[in-house]
């Protein structure tokens, strides 16, 4: 099995429910945060973290993603006519980002059922698995600093944060203890405790890198709350037989599946903009709050 990290994986089947109305027709992978969707941040960090292949998992009502990340001839063509070569470089230059194919999950069963889905494009390979709607804002890419980690462990790694008080329970958490610093290694794994049971204030979020045989815990993996596999659960059981480590990233993780969450990435990203922030800062400034 070869040490380097070259695919990723994007479940995208969900039904975006925390969004609705806004989701009841279109992904909310496609919600875009300024100016571009979701999930094209997440594919740009792991293209920018070395990834060449990527596996994205649809389900129905998902065709606005392909279209998103294939070539549009009639808008292209149109851009070229306009002299908008600006405008036509970025729009080209979506569709060029990487190898994207397809898959569909036919139902929505949960997290690890999506990610079994990937097992043909995977092969005998690790890889990298991505929640789009996780937005990591980071100087060095989020997966990077995982890939950095697996490298040196050859060993899964799962991306974690801190998450101060009663909100670690709406998280999977780990118990770890710490190797070096903001690594750690993982002894067990536990899916939204109550606050006063939570084993630390370390959060699992949605980046993982995992080795082929996630997929055999997978199958193993018993169905839990709403019939739905969970990929925490199929963690646990291959912790069993392998360490697990995990990294505190370095970065600002935003929530951007959560209204709330959603709303403070799209300040934060605006007002890191050259073409925005000034203007949106002095906006923000003049609010009378």
Same mark, same amino acid.
């Given at each position: 099995?070869?040490? !380097?990290?070259? !695919?990723?994986? =994007?479940?995208?089947?969900?039904?975006?429910? *925390?969004?609705?109305?806004?989701? !009841?027709?279109?992904?909310?992978?496609?919600?875009?945060?300024?100016?571009?969707?979701?999930?094209?941040?997440?594919?740009?960090?792991?293209?920018?973290?070395?990834?060449?292949?990527?596996?994205?998992?649809?389900? *129905?009502?998902? &065709?606005?993603?392909?279209?998103?990340?294939?070539?549009? +001839?009639?808008?292209?063509? $149109?851009?070229?006519?306009?002299?908008?070569?600006?405008? =036509?470089?970025?729009?080209?230059?979506?569709?060029?980002? &990487?190898? @994207?194919?397809?898959?569909?999950?036919? %139902?929505?069963?949960?997290?690890?059922?999506?990610?079994?889905?990937?097992?043909?494009?995977?092969?005998? %390979?690790?890889?990298?698995?991505?929640?789009?709607?996780?937005?990591?804002?980071?100087?060095?890419?989020?997966? #990077?600093?995982?890939?950095?980690?697996?490298?040196?462990?050859?060993?899964?790694?799962?991306?974690?944060?801190? @998450?101060?008080?009663?909100?670690?329970? *709406?998280?999977?958490?780990?118990?770890?203890?710490?190797?070096?610093?903001?690594?750690?290694?993982?002894?067990?794994?536990?899916?939204?405790?109550?606050?006063?049971?939570?084993?630390?204030?370390?959060?699992?979020?949605? #980046?993982?890198?995992?080795?082929?045989?996630? =997929?055999?815990?997978?199958?193993?993996?018993?169905?839990?709350? /709403?019939?739905?596999?969970?990929?925490?659960?199929?963690?646990?059981?291959? $912790?069993?037989?392998?360490?697990?480590?995990?990294?505190?990233?370095? /970065?600002? *993780?935003?929530? &951007? /599946?959560?209204?709330?969450? +959603?709303? @403070?990435?799209?300040?934060? +990203? &605006?007002?890191? #903009?050259?073409? $925005?922030? %000034?203007?949106? #800062?002095?906006?923000?400034?003049? $609010?009378?709050?």
């Amino acid at each position: 099995m070869s040490n !380097k990290v070259r !695919k990723a994986v =994007f479940p995208a089947a969900g039904l975006g429910t *925390r969004f609705l109305p806004a989701t !009841k027709a279109s992904p909310k992978e496609m919600l875009p945060l300024v100016d571009k969707p979701l999930i094209q941040y997440s594919v740009e960090e792991a293209v920018a973290s070395g990834v060449d292949s990527i596996l994205i998992i649809t389900g *129905r009502d998902k &065709a606005a993603i392909e279209n998103h990340f294939d070539i549009s +001839f009639e808008l292209e063509q $149109l851009l070229k006519e306009k002299g908008k070569n600006d405008m =036509f470089d970025l729009v080209r230059s979506i569709s060029d980002i &990487a190898k @994207i194919s397809y898959t569909r999950q036919k %139902e929505a069963l949960g997290l690890g059922h999506a990610i079994y889905q990937a097992k043909d494009f995977v092969g005998n %390979e690790p890889f990298a698995a991505l929640l789009a709607d996780d937005v990591v804002d980071a100087e060095k890419p989020a997966l #990077r600093q995982m890939i950095e980690v697996f490298e040196k462990y050859d060993a899964p790694v799962i991306a974690t944060m801190q @998450i101060e008080g009663e909100a670690i329970s *709406r998280f999977g958490v780990i118990d770890a203890d710490e190797v070096e610093p903001n690594v750690y290694r993982i002894k067990d794994m536990v899916e939204k405790p109550p606050y006063a049971d939570a084993p630390s204030d370390l959060a699992i979020i949605g #980046r993982y890198i995992f080795t082929p045989d996630i =997929f055999d815990a997978i199958e193993r993996t018993k169905p839990g709350a /709403g019939g739905e596999i969970q990929i925490t659960d199929a963690m646990r059981l291959l $912790l069993k037989d392998r360490p697990f480590y995990a990294v505190k990233l370095d /970065g600002v *993780r935003h929530d &951007a /599946g959560d209204k709330l969450g +959603f709303l @403070i990435a799209t300040v934060e +990203f &605006a007002l890191k #903009r050259d073409d $925005l922030g %000034e203007d949106f #800062r002095k906006y923000l400034k003049s $609010l009378k709050i």
